[in-house]
Every structure is written in C-alpha cells, then in structure tokens.
C-alpha cells in the first residue's frame, strides 16, 4: 500500500494504525507535498517525516517538489478560505500524483495520511479517492481514525516521539490569511539576506531537530521545552548625512519608536557615540571588530556574513550594560560629524520558541 504523508504530526499516528490493520501489507510512505511553502519548511517537514519513518521502519519516497506546477494549479483561488475550493485542488493534485506512484510501484491501493488532520474533510477526500480509484485502477483506502479517542491517540504520539508539530497547513496563502487574522508577521516569508539564522525561524527548527534527530540515533535521553521570550525582525534599515546614504549595520533588538530619527552626535564615551535623539548610539567598524573579535574590512562584508545571532546579542550587551536595552545601535565605517539621518523598520514581538534540553539518564 502506498500511503501519501502530509506531515509527521498525522502520518505517524495513522501509520501506526494502518499496520495494526492491514498486518500483512507493505507500507510505503510518499511524501507529495508541493503546497508546503517555504521551501525551508518543505524541508523541515520532510526531514521530520524522515525521522518518524525511520523510527517506524517504514521505507519513504520523496516526490517533486513542483512548486510552479502546484501555483499554476491553485491560480485565481488564492483568496479562497481554507477548506475551499483551493484546497479541493490542492487533495486533487497530492492524491493524483500519489495514486499515479502507486500504479508505477505496482501497489494495490494507497491512502493518504490527511484523513486523520481535523482540519481536512474526510468526506472530500474519500470522494477524490474513489474516483481517481476508479480511474486508475488502484483501491483507495478510506480510514477514520479521527473518531473516538483518535486525535487524544494522535497527539500522545507526537509528544511521545518527539515530532515537529507545526502551526499551519502548509501554502502561502493560507498562511499570510492565518497571519492577517491574528495579527503577527508573516515571518515565515522574511529571510536575511544574510542568511543568518534567526531566533524561532524555520532555519533555526531545522538546526533543532537535525539535534533531535543526532541525539535520539545516540540514544541520549532529552526533551524538547518551549520557552517564551521577546522576537525582533530588522524589516529594514538605512542611515544617511548629507543627503547621502552610508553603509550601516543595524545590531539586533535595535528599534525606534517613529521610525524615523535624526540628530547630531552629542558626545562620545568609550568609543560609543551617542546622537542627541532617540537613545541612538553608533560605533565604528574598527570598534565593532574588536567587540565581536571579528575582521571586517568593510560594512557589506559584515551585511553579508554577519556573527551569529548570539554574538551580535552579546555585542549589544557590552555597549548597552542591560539584555533589557532596545536602543537603536548602528555600526557605521566612520562616524559623521554633521547631521544623521536614520530610518529603522524592525519588528519586536512576544514568541515561543523550542529548545532541547539533556536530561541525566
Ligand atoms: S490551506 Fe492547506 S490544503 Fe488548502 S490549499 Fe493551502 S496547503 Fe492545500
């Protein structure tokens, strides 16, 4: 049987049930889903379907990951709620290009994992199911694993196995519609271009269960806690004097109330320079170098490969003497004497973050 998986959070659960009742089929799993946006967290996704299979001893295909085909598909249904129409064609494409895997690996039948999602229609599924069966010759096997005591079952697994659970379904346009309706940044469509890995971003869950996935194989004995804690995004930043923009840096945590600033340097204490406005302070490349004992020769080289995120936080400590400090701190390459003028778009948000703690055996 091969068995199309959306996401870890309900294929593992619902695997664990399919081989109580079919004993002795052969599962495969395939994971088909093009409708997961970013591609970060595709991958995200995958690698924790990965893990769950492997703890499961069940073999896992991966299909394309044809994201244009997926956008061409869904076009003109963007601004459909989610369990409309989009998503009729969304389960349209994921089981199609599923049952077509299972009539080329020769399976008699495939289903799929989004029949235990509360979130999903049973009743669509099923219908799509058995007219691709029809089509295409391979049994399509419907499964309520839901009902009863289901998705107590299914939620025991996830903590019980340590899987990633994420918070939205899986397209763009769900996502920015969850995001609008409760009011918090799209976040998961920003990236630095940097690539520096940020606090609670996808990138930083990869690192997380690429951990997970290293201790469980080294049978350690840990947990996986939540922590809250206060988030910033830089969304932009640009400093300029005279009419001219100057390369600047923007450390993190770095926020002005309008926006907007502008002012002249009113005096200087150990390297710091402090404008007469706004709380802001600036520093030199060469002094930002020997806070971070980093080398930049320049502003663009440290844009383009800035330290950790840490080590940025413990730059910001040294200057400002307090982790509560939110001042705006700009590294400059020289320190104008006439008038500077600074934009900062930057976002300070409460957040959730997840972290892995070792425990003693
Ligand atoms: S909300 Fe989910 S099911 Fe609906 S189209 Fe987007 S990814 Fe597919």
């Known amino acids: 049987m091969l068995v199309h998986i959306c996401c870890s959070v309900d294929s593992h659960h619902f695997l664990e049930k399919l081989r109580e009742d079919f004993p002795d089929e052969k ?3 395939f994971f088909y889903d093009p409708n997961i946006h970013p591609y970060s967290e595709y991958k995200l996704r995958l690698l924790d379907v990965e893990y769950s299979c492997d703890r499961l001893g069940i073999e896992l295909l991966e299909g394309p990951y044809d994201l244009e085909g997926w956008l061409g598909l869904v076009k003109g249904l963007e601004n459909e709620p989610e369990k409309g129409d989009r998503c009729t064609v969304c389960f349209d494409n994921r089981l199609e290009v599923s049952i077509k895997k299972a009539k080329e690996l020769g399976c008699k039948s495939f289903t799929t994992s989004l029949l235990i999602s509360p979130k999903k229609s049973q009743d669509k599924l099923e219908i799509i199911g058995d007219k691709l069966s029809k089509e ?6 419907f499964k309520d694993y839901r009902s009863g005591n289901g998705m107590e079952l299914q939620s025991k697994a996830v903590k019980e196995n340590l899987l990633y659970r994420q918070n939205y379904c899986g397209c763009l346009f769900g996502l920015t519609a969850q995001r ?3 009011q918090k940044l799209l976040d998961e469509m920003i990236s630095p271009i940097s690539n520096q890995i940020m606090p609670e971003s996808i990138e930083e869950r990869i690192a997380l269960y690429k951990k997970r996935n290293i201790l469980y194989k080294e049978d350690k004995n840990f947990k996986i806690i939540k922590q ?3 988030n910033y995004r830089l969304l932009s930043g640009s400093v300029s004097s005279e009419k001219k923009v100057i390369p ?3 450390l993190p945590y770095s926020s002005l109330k309008n926006k907007k600033t502008a002012g ?3 005096y200087e204490i150990d390297n ?3 404008l007469n406005r706004d709380e802001t302070k600036l520093l030199t490349l060469k002094y930002f170098n020997t806070l971070a004992n980093t080398q ?3 502003i663009f080289e440290l844009i383009k490969n800035p330290p950790l995120f840490n080590d940025e936080l413990e730059v910001r400590n040294k200057i400002a003497q307090s982790p509560y400090d939110l001042s705006c701190i700009v590294v400059l390459e020289t320190i104008p004497d006439k008038k500077i003028e600074i934009s900062l778009n930057s976002e300070l948000f409460d957040d959730v973050r997840e972290v892995i703690v070792e425990l003693n055996k």
Not at 136 to 141: L, N, Q, S, T
């Open 272 to 274: 710091i320079y402090y």
């Open 27 to 29: 599962l495969t799993g």
């Open 228 to 230: 809250k804690f206060l």
């Open 180 to 182: 609008i309706q409760q």
């Open 264 to 266: 002249q340097i009113e």
């Open 248 to 250: 600047s840096y923007f």
């Open 136 to 141: 295409y010759g391979v049994d399509f096997i």
């Open 296 to 298: 930049y020769e320049n």
